[in-house]
């Protein structure tokens, strides 16, 4: 349940930290696009720290200018690095592809592609799926899966005409666990899965990989003061998680760099959660 973040263990975080500090370029030169929406800055920014710190040039898509200044004040404060960014409706026609051309235009390609594509309002009044609108389910398909498909899709021509890339959703063990009053929202994160791991078959002959990490149980900073509900159903949920605390936005991050770097070159239609053990496939 992709529920935001914040440090849950000071300890953890350091050693986190340490880790990446032994990081050595394993991204050098990639280029790196970003595009995060309705999903809080927090794993964004983690990851635009790590893959910076691996050597990569990164670019960085949200929804929302708010995010984008976290995740550029947070990458030149940690990194040095200044981050090229954009802010746009993603749903507006041609804006989605005239992004990913003049970065391509730019830097000649766009060796990985990373998403992380949430609904975190959702978390404010989570409710049974027999009192949800079609308004709401048309709002989840939107924002969680169709997204998804609008960024895929727009990378795939430059990357099979390279024959070499990296996919790279963020998702849920929603989608691998019943979650009372997350049923649609856990069957989007599922679908993303799916997709993920036909488009994995039909782009392996270009040496394109396609995987999707699932993230477990997270703090909500943005949600402790609005919604008691969503703060309930965290704190059940967390007692389900066998190493018993939360994850770490940088653990997630570190799964997605090592996805896109060399080292997951054999690794293709899979979904890994990076979750404690939340879901145990």
């Not at 849950?8 to 990639?30: C, V, Y």
Request: proline fraction near 3%.
């Amino acid at each position: 349940m992709d529920f935001g973040c914040s440090s849950s263990d000071n300890n953890i975080k350091t050693q986190i930290e340490e880790k990446l500090l032994t990081l050595s370029n394993r991204l050098r030169g990639k280029v790196v696009l970003i595009a995060s929406h309705r999903s809080g800055k927090c794993i964004s920014s983690e990851l635009t720290q790590i893959l910076i710190s691996e050597g990569a040039i990164v670019y960085v898509a949200d929804t929302k200018q708010k995010i984008v200044d976290t995740v550029v004040a947070e990458a030149l404060k940690y990194t040095g690095k200044t981050v090229p960014t954009q802010v746009f409706d993603f749903f507006q026609p041609g804006m989605v592809e005239g992004f990913i051309k003049d970065i391509e235009q730019k830097e000649g390609r766009i060796d990985v592609l990373a998403t992380d594509f949430g609904l975190l309002e959702f978390m404010y009044h989570l409710k049974p799926f027999s009192l949800q609108e079609k308004a709401e389910w048309e709002s989840q398909y939107r924002n969680i899966f169709e997204v998804t498909l609008l960024w895929t899709k727009a990378v795939i021509p430059g990357m099979m005409d390279r024959k070499s890339g990296r996919i790279i959703h963020m998702v849920s063990d929603t989608g691998r666990l019943g979650v009372p009053k997350m049923a649609l929202y856990g069957a989007l994160k599922a679908a993303v899965s799916a997709f993920s791991r036909s488009l994995a078959h039909e782009l392996a002959r270009y040496q394109i990989t396609v995987n999707c990490v699932s993230i477990g149980v997270q703090q909500i900073d943005e949600l402790k003061d609005s919604s008691q509900e969503a703060l309930v159903q965290l704190d059940k949920t967390l007692k389900l998680v066998p190493l018993r605390r939360y994850s770490e936005p940088e653990e997630l991050a570190a799964m997605i760099a090592y996805l896109a770097s060399d080292l997951g070159a054999y690794i293709t239609g899979q979904t890994i959660s990076v979750s404690g053990g939340l879901a145990m496939p």
